[in-house]
Each structure stands twice: as structure tokens, then as C-alpha cells.
């Protein structure tokens, strides 16, 4: 696969970083989609947990988040983002994720 690539994401991502809410994330490159200063930010964290959340201001809104470098347990590779819009964790709403297409 490609280096760079965003492989999921949710409806509430799309509404955080597409420009309109409504272009698609999936393939896209993760540089021509997240801000380069909170892609900085991200690459040099890929360590922390939920208790370690940074904060950060993304186009416009406070976000706290975190990341985890996959392959840990699994021949997975790249980079888990996982972003939180408020103070408190939402329960996972099954409808919020995108579906991949083939």
C-alpha cells in the first residue's frame, strides 16, 4: 500500500477536515488533509493514550487527541488518530462510520 494514505474514517471526521463536510477522506493523503503543524504534531506522538490526550485547535474547533502506532500486536503498519471534540469520550454510534465501497 500506499505511505500516507487515510484508510478510515468516521462521518464526525469528515465534518473536522474536508473542506465541506461532504468529500470523501477514504485515499485521500493524510498531508493534503490534516493542517502540515498537526501532522508535525501527530507523526511526533504516535505513543500516547487516551490519558496522555493533547490538545489542539482544528479549523476552528478544540479537539483533544491521541495516537498509536499500529502493528504492536498485528502486521499492521501506520498511524491510529483518534480525535475526541469536547471534554467528554462519545459512546461509538455504529452509523457514524463510513462504509468502504470496493
Request: proline share 3%.
Given at each position: 500500500?500506499e505511505e500516507g494514505?487515510?484508510?478510515i474514517?468516521?462521518?464526525?471526521?469528515?465534518?473536522?477536515l474536508?473542506?465541506?463536510?461532504?468529500?470523501?477522506?477514504?485515499?485521500?493523503?493524510?498531508?493534503?488533509?490534516?493542517?502540515a503543524?498537526?501532522l508535525?504534531?501527530?507523526?511526533?506522538s504516535?505513543?500516547?493514550?487516551?490519558?496522555?490526550?493533547k490538545q489542539?485547535?482544528?479549523?476552528?474547533?478544540?479537539?483533544?487527541?491521541?495516537c498509536?502506532?499500529m502493528g504492536?500486536?498485528?502486521?499492521?503498519?501506520?498511524?491510529?488518530?483518534?480525535?475526541?471534540?469536547?471534554?467528554?469520550?462519545?459512546?461509538?454510534?455504529?452509523?457514524d462510520?463510513?462504509?468502504l465501497?470496493?
Amino acid at each position: 500500500g500506499e505511505e500516507g494514505l487515510i484508510a478510515i474514517a468516521n462521518q464526525r471526521a469528515h465534518l473536522l477536515l474536508s473542506a465541506d463536510g461532504k468529500k470523501p477522506l477514504l485515499g485521500e493523503l493524510a498531508d493534503a488533509i490534516i493542517p502540515a503543524d498537526f501532522l508535525s504534531e501527530i507523526l511526533s506522538s504516535v505513543h500516547l493514550q487516551y490519558a496522555d490526550a493533547k490538545q489542539y485547535i482544528l479549523n476552528g474547533r478544540s479537539i483533544d487527541y491521541w495516537c498509536r502506532s499500529m502493528g504492536t500486536f498485528s502486521n499492521s503498519n501506520g498511524v491510529l488518530l483518534i480525535i475526541n471534540e469536547g471534554s467528554q469520550i462519545e459512546p461509538l454510534n455504529i452509523d457514524d462510520h463510513v462504509t468502504l465501497e470496493e
